[in-house]
């Protein structure tokens, strides 16, 4: 007998994967449809899980040796232009600026959709010594890519993330930031969104453009759909070149530096929401929930019992995010309002606890409940809270390990592409051919050549030639 919704207004997820993300996009109270077609204005609740995601990963951006700075927003043409691979790859996207009040503008500006050229135009009236290098800045702000078709928080006209960008006096400490960051991505999106990624190398075919290599974290949603959740590319001298960025080395000689850029949005909230909700809303990790615990008086009329609540949440301020409903909505509205909302843990207190001295803790993930001592409550709740956080994360890595398949012939993996959703590993040749004809017969994109490599035979899945390497391939977001 299947379990009975207690939100009625989502869609089930098994019935339509897109509308129920819709909904609990929508019910959960994360953004709001704008006027501004392809936008999306995030609600303080959606935004308050980006503030914490924010500063957990700007913490970590510091310890390892990270600046925040701010560039400007717009881009002139012939700025952007001085890259051709990179302005090629962003063209079709790109947002222009015309007109300043009732002029136009002698030249056009663009609203930047990264910050690559803006960063090369200052590095090079700053570094003029191998004593200037590295400079290591990161960047806080929003970007403009004119986006075809849209999705709250997956791909929006405007979005929010941060863009790292280094530069270095070597290639080898250039390629070295490029994998410490998508190493630092990882560790976030594991230790913090409790989401299971997988590490590699894009192919050529989908290398970020300037780029001469970009490495990615690619994680596998509830519907068996990948989601690129975070990229480090490493630049060679390319852009310094086409910027004319030069420094005098120890050897008092002049060359050319070395640049990175990495970066995350806040797609990764719609990692969170794809990777752990249900039919009953959100289920958000401990880590990044705005409210971790929600104290809900039972039989809040009877004496004691909302003076008890409001000492228990006092109580609990000193230890985690805790918020106290003391409306007039029912218990069981409030036990599915925060269970929409994701909260981790749920606490129940009435009057019968009071006289046992006793609370119910109820797991947002499980919905097990839990007869805690108030005597006990503020070491239970952190110990519950790192149970909840790390159950999250091994139930999305045992989904994910149920939805991986090995395919080694043509015919294997487009049967597999039909009817299994999830990953599909696989043996390559390398060759930018199989790659376009997986596309095109089983309607699935390489999602990245891992660093852990399995030898899963000796030939290509697509033309059967010798292989070169182990790849994931999927359909994606």
């Known amino acids: 007998m299947a379990k009975e919704k207690l939100v009625k207004e989502i869609t089930s997820m098994d019935e339509d994967f897109a509308q129920w993300y819709t909904d609990v996009v929508i019910k959960a109270e994360l953004t709001d449809y704008s006027s501004v077609r392809g936008c999306m204005i995030i609600r303080p609740y959606g935004y308050a899980i980006w503030e914490n995601i924010q500063r957990i990963m700007n913490d970590m951006f510091i310890k390892t040796g990270h600046e925040n700075v701010y560039m400007p927003m717009f881009i002139p043409e012939s700025l952007l232009e001085k890259e051709k691979d990179h ?21 056009r500006l663009c609203v930047r959709p990264t910050s690559e050229t803006l960063f090369c135009d ?25 986006e075809k078709t849209t999705r709250p928080f997956l791909r929006s006209r405007e979005f929010l993330w941060q863009e790292g960008h280094t530069i270095h006096a070597t290639a ?14 990882a560790d976030f999106a594991e230790n913090v969104l409790a989401m299971p990624v997988v590490k590699g190398v894009k192919t050529e ?6 780029a001469q290599d970009t490495y990615t974290i690619e994680a596998l949603m509830h519907d068996g759909k990948a989601l690129q959740s975070g990229t480090s590319h490493f630049f060679g001298d390319g852009f310094a070149r086409a910027f004319g960025i030069q420094f005098t080395d120890a050897d008092n000689e002049l060359k050319y530096p070395f640049q990175t850029s990495w970066g995350t949005t806040t797609r990764l909230i719609g990692a969170v929401i794809m990777t752990h909700g249900d039919n009953e809303g959100l289920v ?29 949440t006092e109580k609990l301020q000193k230890i985690c995010r805790v918020k106290s409903d003391t409306t007039d909505r029912s218990p069981g509205w409030k036990f599915a309002e925060y269970e929409m909302k994701g909260v981790p843990l749920r606490l129940e207190i009435g009057p019968k606890d009071i006289e046992n001295n006793q ?33 999250l994360y091994d139930r999305a890595l045992k989904r994910r390990s149920e939805m991986t398949y090995v395919a080694h012939d043509l015919d294997e993996i487009k049967e597999i592409a039909d009817t299994k959703p999830g990953f599909i590993k696989s043996m390559w040749c390398g060759s930018r051919e199989c790659e376009e004809k997986l596309k095109e017969v089983a309607g699935i994109s390489s999602r990245c050549v891992p660093f852990e490599q399995e030898n899963l035979g000796d030939k290509c899945v697509c033309c059967g030639k010798p292989a070169k390497k182990m790849i994931y391939w999927g359909k994606a977001y």
Not at 172 to 185: D, F, G, R
Not at 284 to 312: F, T, W
Request: proline share 5%.
């Open 172 to 185: 080898e400490e250039a390629e070295k930031e490029t994998i410490q960051m998508l190493n630092v991505y």
């Open 359 to 391: 609370c119910v803790l109820v797991r947002r993930d499980t919905r097990e409940k839990i007869f805690v001592s108030l005597d006990e409550l503020e070491t239970k709740v952190p110990e519950l809270l790192k149970t909840v956080q790390q159950a």
């Open 87 to 107: 302005v090629e790859g962003f063209a079709p996207e790109v947002a222009w600026v015309t007109h300043g009040g009732n002029e136009k503008l002698e030249e």
């Open 205 to 210: 075919k989908e290398r970020f453009a300037g």
């Open 122 to 146: 200052h590095y090079k009236n700053i570094i003029h010594s191998y004593r200037d290098l590295p400079k290591l800045y990161n960047q806080w702000c929003s970007v403009v890519r004119w």
């Open 284 to 312: 958000l990790p401990p880590m990044i929930a705005p409210i971790q615990v929600v104290v809900i008086p039972i039989a809040s009329h009877k004496a004691g019992v909302l003076e008890k609540s409001q000492e228990i």
